[in-house]
């Protein structure tokens, strides 16, 4: 009679003594081995086997998506083996046959379209490499001048002229001003039209390129108080002459490179001169 109520305190003292869940905080844990109680370890193994069921489910969704097939069986869930030797989890013989099949079927798509591909591939030709412009050379930069003053008042056909000159390089003349320079002696001692300031430029290693384009639509009219006849014309005008002219698609491109072409090994620099001009309307 005397010794039952030391055991009932004895293990209330043993209760208390162990630490709480670290989960729900409340109840204390199984024992000295756990850190949680053995609700909240059942809660997280339950959650553990949802997170494994769900990405399996994903695993043979994905599976079929790429064999392009729905009818790639979905193993139901079985109870795991248990390795005698190194007592690791293995699938059972179903999930592995059904994994085992549809790589399979996989590896045969796949090798379709590898052979599609290759035939596909071999069908189509080589593609053909666009011919490189053949530049007219000329003595000197009077001639070429004089070839283009010749050629570019032709109304009826097209312009598409490639012509170059070498001089010799001077010390302080590099490529960028050898083509400034070219393009300030073609606007003024040629019939071509284009502005000096709108230009696009870029480097090509040593070689400098401008790009302009042409304004022998842009015309504005010019009234004088001495001239009234012009001036009172142009108030005649209707709405559609007064329209300006759209835009020509005309380009001068002007290329300066190096060039050590000389018998006698002297740097100079080859100027390269483009012009293509569409018919005048």
Not at 19 to 39: D, F, I, L, M, Q
Not at 140 to 152: C, E, Q
Not at 238 to 249: D, L
């Amino acid at each position: 009679m005397d010794f039952a109520p030391t055991a009932s305190i004895t293990g209330l003292a043993s209760a208390a003594e162990l630490p709480k869940c670290n989960a729900c905080h409340k109840a204390p844990v199984t024992n000295a081995g756990y850190s949680t109680c053995r609700p909240c370890r059942d809660k997280r193994n339950e959650m553990k086997k949802r997170s494994q069921q769900k990405k399996r489910e994903q695993k043979f969704r994905l599976l079929q998506a790429i064999a392009g097939s729905d009818n790639i069986p979905f193993p139901a869930p079985r109870p795991t083996e248990k390795s005698a030797s190194a007592g690791k989890k293995r699938k059972a013989p179903e999930d592995e046959e059904s994994l085992a099949d549809a790589l399979e079927r996989m590896r045969k798509r796949f090798k379709k379209m590898e052979a599609f591909t290759k035939v596909d591939v071999a069908s189509k030709s080589p593609p053909v490499a666009t011919p490189e412009p053949v530049f007219k050379k000329f003595v000197s930069a009077g001639d070429l001048h004089k070839t283009i003053k010749r050629r570019y008042p032709d109304n009826s056909n097209s312009l598409r002229f490639y012509g170059t000159y070498a001089i010799i390089a001077l010390p302080d003349v590099d490529n960028k001003h050898r083509a400034r320079q070219v393009a300030r002696d073609l606007r003024d001692n040629t019939t071509l039209h284009f502005n000096l300031e709108n230009k696009e430029s870029y480097r090509n290693g040593t070689a400098y390129t401008i790009h302009y384009k042409c304004t022998c639509r842009a015309s504005s009219i010019k009234r004088t108080a001495s001239d009234l006849s012009l001036y009172f014309g142009s108030k005649n005008k209707t709405a559609s002459e007064e329209t300006p002219k759209s835009e020509c698609r005309g380009r001068i491109e002007i290329c300066a490179e190096d060039d050590r072409s000389h018998p006698q090994g002297w740097l100079g620099q080859r100027v390269k001169v483009t012009i293509t001009h569409p018919k005048k309307i």
